[in-house]
């Protein structure tokens, strides 16, 4: 019954979706304050009751019940309890109905914390989540129901794809789909204020928060993502180019240029036609990720679904709501009021410069993704667009970027002074050259680009630092007083700082691996070794390991420098018999923020000796560690006092007014 | 039904909640969009003030800023106050009714789409079918699991080891499941305290046959005789005397069982043919001619095995997939005690033994052609018999039997390719 109950809920979670995508719009239109308000409930109780069929789908998983489709295709008894759980989204119709839980989520946070929100904004920005969470709906209960039962039940389950039963599985989808559909807010939004046909002064005050955590997570699950393929794939690359990879990149680029032009239409009401725009393309390319991997279209582990008439629906549903909010803002953003005026040179400008630099280069990252489907349709050729295109496309437009990236934060709002912004860098500058000359000098003088990456990623590390020493004004003040401004700054300063200083920490990872990897392939028995970057391998033993549901070849290594044993690596091979699949668990050696990467090949012919495959990857942990410096930069942001005030207190007492703010707009 | 209950209530909270708003009298807001950029920018201000404070701004850049909010504020407070001059911007009364019975009507709309949406795609009697429920054996459903229904019976039989017909139910069992020790203890226990019976001798006997590799020893021997003593037309007990005087070759003693059971046996016994073949054994070794006009084949009923227990049902015989989920379709291959009995048979007999169990195969496929591994059994033996021709004409049926695309017709070619036909 519990499963029935859960698909119920989900089909009436349809009906009030359907509900609240006119309701509350018909009373926007009409000034009705109650039909307005009718949002708000619906939007909580479809995310209650979406909330009761998830429930619904992990109890059958849990329970093994293999009367329901879903559950046999993708569980198997033996499976340990964990990937019993994360199995629910571990497959096409299980992922998305994670995707319309954290849709319906978000739409019943706006809802709760959207009381300040002018009452037609909330009620418009309410519908139009519903739309989208109306469409999804229906395309899961048409298309790809996790709740399609079997009688009489099968005996035993097929089990998961085994590269998915990894701990990364629990964490990398919840929280790429948090990102992805974070951005529907501010679509939502954007789309409200187009049908109002008028921008309120809270709209970006709204936005940005909304757009920030969509970031946090996105930036989070994409990481979190490469780690995991790092990993489990066993090929020791951290980033492969691959389209699915990229449907999550993009609306990353998109999404960061949101957070920044959101910034400058928050303080000086300009951007605002574009950051609208933006908005759109945002969850657009939000949208077209999900396609792109939830279609089938692409063929890579992500992409379970086979069955085209899921992926005409999907397209239909990008169709839908790509053109037609692209139609809505050709329709209506003459009428919008445009913004303030500001010099070229200015942090609206280098803002303004960041955007066109992140939307080519999410535009260059959907060309490299979209041309060998495109080629592959029109032409019935197969290419791959890889590395090579990527490098040098994306390569070069990350470079001036990277490079303007401590600039922004020093320039003033309206005219800056970009000479003056230079000088207060001289120290980063300082930095990047000694970084320079140190490589040049490390590699004999041979490793000229190599050089330069170095130096950029040491100059976005300091010169973002700058910005923090500049406003707390330790040369001016001392020590003393310049740390208490420093506590003193707003925390949006720090998140600033934060994030600026991780992407330094992900260049200075990526631009070391890059350079200076290594890698052995050889074939190895037990008792011999292998050199490598200074350390020496020993292959110890190897011997059979079986799991509850897999047989494995685990071998052992241990590492020795100068004779001394350092550490000891595990790595295994598995193999699933209910799939008939092989999975490599690699074996990690992580020192400071180096790694020592080993996994097994295929054994030789006589079975004597065994293929083994060794990396060592310098400094390749900070690509991630930057990218939590990120984060957690987004999280500063956002804990930043002055953004809870954007919607004001209806109550003006506790508005502190610290000057003499003239008390206009309550007797209005 | 108490889903229906669940789900009704379900809706009919939603229901109520999202339609509680329109309840309310009065539907005007308490703010235009105005008012509220009015309080946007005066908070603008007061924030502004507190980075000045904070000496995170400079003078000039914060007087400039204050310039432009104080603008923005202006401009915006002048909008609100226009909006509320020009009177009421919202509908007045009739608006409200006619937004009202568009709320009526969507509320309304909620639960019919739901339960004419649900109705169409959802199955409201189908019932959980938990790992951890389908592992008890339930009544009326015959893919119940052997092995659980006997470790159930034996825990009850530890608690309780005087219930009898408990005994009496799990030996047959055991003697199906291969376990001849398990078996002739279980039988003894059976007869020990619900007394002798000629079914729980025979069983006994078999089990003890078994033991021993399915030579009829001598303690076997005295349980087909009590068997006998007990019940004087007890079939299998005669079948297991006539094999033990064919095993130790006493030819005339074994002519005459033989005949004797021949002459007993319902048309459909499974074991005519082992016995015809021992009687045509027994009457060579006499130096008499073969019996003319041989006994038509059983009708292809697949029966017990020669020693039925008291409720042994039709799938005897360890052989076959049939624990999986047979429901006593399939022959289910010779018996294991008789392939026992046929190996200490002399090759003769061995042969015609297995050529009759062979051909009883094939009578019951022509009967019930409906069984993918019985066609492969029997295209398997008459290839191990060497009888090619034969095996071929096995194929042939077996492809008519099955529509050329079905899974089974895949297997049955797949499993010719597989023994080379």
């Known amino acids: 019954m519990i499963v029935e109950i859960g698909h119920f809920a989900l089909v009436l979670a349809l009906s009030v979706a359907l509900f609240q995508s006119v309701l509350p719009l018909v009373g926007a239109r009409q000034g009705d304050q109650r039909l307005m308000e009718t949002g708000t409930i619906a939007a909580t109780g479809g ?36 990937y019993k759980v994360t199995g629910v989204w571990g497959n096409h119709e299980g992922s998305m109905l994670l995707w319309v839980l954290i849709l319906a989520f978000f739409g019943s946070l706006v809802a709760l914390f959207g009381r300040d929100l002018p009452a037609t904004l909330k009620a418009n920005v309410l519908a139009v989540q519903a739309w989208i969470l109306a469409a999804f709906l229906l395309f899961i209960l048409l298309t790809s129901n996790p709740f399609q039962r079997l009688d009489p039940a099968p005996m035993e389950g097929q089990d998961l794809n085994p590269v998915l039963q990894d701990i990364g599985l629990a964490i990398h989808p919840p929280l790429l789909y948090l990102g992805y559909v974070g951005f529907s807010v501010a679509f939502s939004f954007a789309i409200a204020a187009l049908i109002d046909g008028r921008i309120d002064a809270a709209w970006a005050r709204w936005v940005r928060p909304w757009t920030l955590i969509a970031w946090i997570f996105l930036t989070l699950g994409i990481s979190m993502g490469s780690y995991w393929a790092y990993y489990e794939l066993g090929w020791g690359g951290w980033w492969f180019w691959d389209p699915v990879e990229n449907a999550s990149f993009m609306p990353w680029l998109a999404g960061t240029a949101l957070l920044h032009s959101a910034l400058v239409m928050e303080k000086r009401s300009a951007l605002k036609i574009w950051t609208i725009l933006l908005a759109i393309l945002t969850f657009s390319l939000s949208l077209l990720g999900t396609f792109l991997v939830r279609s089938g279209v692409l063929t890579s582990v992500h992409a379970f679904a086979t069955d085209p008439t899921r992926g005409i629906f999907i397209l239909c549903i990008l169709c839908l709501f790509i053109g037609g909010a692209l139609f809505l803002f050709a329709l209506r953003a003459s009428s919008l009021e445009g913004g303030g005026l500001f010099a070229p040179i200015s942090r609206e400008g280098a803002l303004v410069f960041n955007n066109l630099f992140l939307t080519t280069a999410a535009a260059t990252v ?14 019935d050729k197969k290419i791959s667009v890889g590395a090579p295109f990527f490098d040098l496309t994306f390569g070069p437009l990350m470079v001036p970027l990277l490079f303007a990236v401590p600039f922004g934060p020093l320039l003033g709002w309206k005219r800056g002074d970009l000479l003056g912004a230079a000088q207060r860098l001289y120290f980063a500058a300082g930095c990047a050259l000694a970084a320079l000359i140190g490589v040049l000098a490390y590699t004999g003088g041979t490793r000229i680009l190599t050089a330069f990456g170095f130096a950029l990623a040491f100059w976005l590390l300091a010169g973002s630092l700058t910005d923090l020493f500049l406003k707390a004004a330790f040369l001016r003040t001392g020590w003393r007083t310049g740390l208490s401004r420093l506590v003193g700054l707003p925390r949006s300063t720090f998140g600033t700082t934060l994030a600026h200083f991780g992407l330094g920490v992900t260049l200075l990872g990526i631009v070391s691996v890059s350079s200076f990897e290594e890698e052995l392939i050889t074939t190895m028995a037990p008792g011999q070794t292998a050199e490598i970057a200074g350390y020496t391998l020993t292959f110890d033993s190897i011997a059979q390991r079986d799991g509850p549901n897999f047989e494995a070849q685990a071998a052992q290594f241990s590492i020795r420098r100068g004779g001394v044993e350092l550490a000891e690596i595990d790595t295994s091979k598995r193999f699933f018999p209910v799939r008939q699949m092989t999975t490599t668990e690699s074996g990690i050696w992580t020192h400071w923020f180096s790694q020592l990467y080993v996994s097994l090949g295929d054994p030789s012919e006589d079975r004597q000796s065994i293929v083994v495959r060794i990396w060592s990857k310098p400094l390749v942990t ?47 | 039904m108490v889903f229906w209950i669940v789900a009704a209530a379900m809706t009919a909270v939603v229901t109520l909640a999202i339609g509680w708003p329109l309840l309310r009298r009065d539907g005007r807001g308490e703010g235009s969009a105005e008012e509220h950029d009015v309080e946007v920018y005066a908070a603008q201000l007061r924030e502004l003030d507190g980075d000045l404070d904070r000496g995170t701004i400079a003078p000039g850049e914060a007087a400039s800023a204050r310039a432009e909010i104080g603008r923005r504020l202006l401009r915006a407070s002048e909008r609100a106050k226009a909006a509320t001059g020009s009177g009421a911007p919202l509908a007045g009364g009739r608006g409200f009714q006619r937004s009202m019975i568009v709320g009526v009507v969507a509320i309304l709309a909620v639960p019919a789409i739901a339960f004419a949406f649900y109705g169409s795609i959802g199955a409201p009697r189908l019932p959980d079918q938990p790992l951890a429920l389908r592992e008890q054996p339930q009544p009326g459903r015959d893919d119940f699991d052997l092995a659980t229904l006997v470790d159930k019976a034996e825990a009850r039989l530890r608690t309780n080891p005087e219930d009898g017909s408990g005994w009496e139910v799990l030996a047959p ?12 203890e279980a039988f003894r226990k059976a007869i020990d305290l619900n007394g002798p019976s000629a079914s729980r001798f025979g069983g006994l006997g078999e089990a003890l046959a078994e033991i021993s590799g399915g030579e009829v020893t001598g303690e076997a021997k005295t349980a087909f005789e009590r068997a006998l003593q007990l019940n004087p037309s007890y079939l299998p007990a005669k079948f297991f005397l006539a094999l033990d005087a064919s095993q130790e070759q006493r030819a005339e003693d074994a002519e005459t069982r033989w005949s004797g059971l021949i002459a007993e046996s319902p048309k459909d016994a499974p074991w005519l043919r082992i016995a015809e073949a021992g009687l045509a054994d027994a009457r060579q070794r006499l130096g008499k001619p073969p019996v003319a006009g041989t006994t038509t084949p059983g009708d292809g009923v697949a029966a017990a095995s020669p020693a039925a227990g008291p409720d042994d ?79 071929k004409t096995a194929l042939a049926d077996a492809r008519k039997t099955f529509p050329a695309d079905s899974a089974a017709a895949r297997e049955i070619a797949a499993f010719a390719d597989e023994i080379g036909l």
Do not use: H
């Open chain 1, 47 to 82: 995310f209650v009751l979406i909330a009761i069929a998830f429930s619904a789908l992990v109890t059958a998983n849990v329970t093994s019940d293999f009367s329901v489709l879903n559950v046999f295709e993708n569980s198997n008894s033996a499976k340990p309890m964990l």
């Open chain 1, 366 to 379: 959907l060309v490299g993704t979209l041309y060998p489907l495109v080629l592959e349709v029109l032409a």
């Open chain 1, 622 to 668: 900070l690509i991630w560690i930057g990218t939590i410096f990120m984060g957690l930069g987004g999280v500063f942001s956002l804990a930043d006092r002055r953004l809870r005030v954007g919607a004001p207190a209806r109550n003006k007492g506790k508005g502190a007014g610290t000057g003499g703010s003239p008390a206009v707009g309550a007797g209005a």
């Open chain 2, 173 to 184: 069992i055991y003697l199906r499941m291969n376990r001849p020790q398990d078996a002739a």
């Open chain 2, 313 to 391: 049902g039709a799938d005897a015989g360890g052989a076959g997939p049939g624990a999986a989920g047979g429901t006593g379709t399939g022959f289910q291959g010779p018996d294991a005690a008789a392939m026992a009995a046929a190996a200490q048979l002399p090759e003769g007999d061995r042969q015609a033994m297995i050529e009759g169990m062979v051909s009883q195969l094939a009578e019951r496929l022509k009967q019930s052609p409906d069984d993918v591994e019985g066609w492969k059994r029997l295209i398997r033996s008459y290839t191990v018999l060497g009888k090619t021709d034969e095996a």
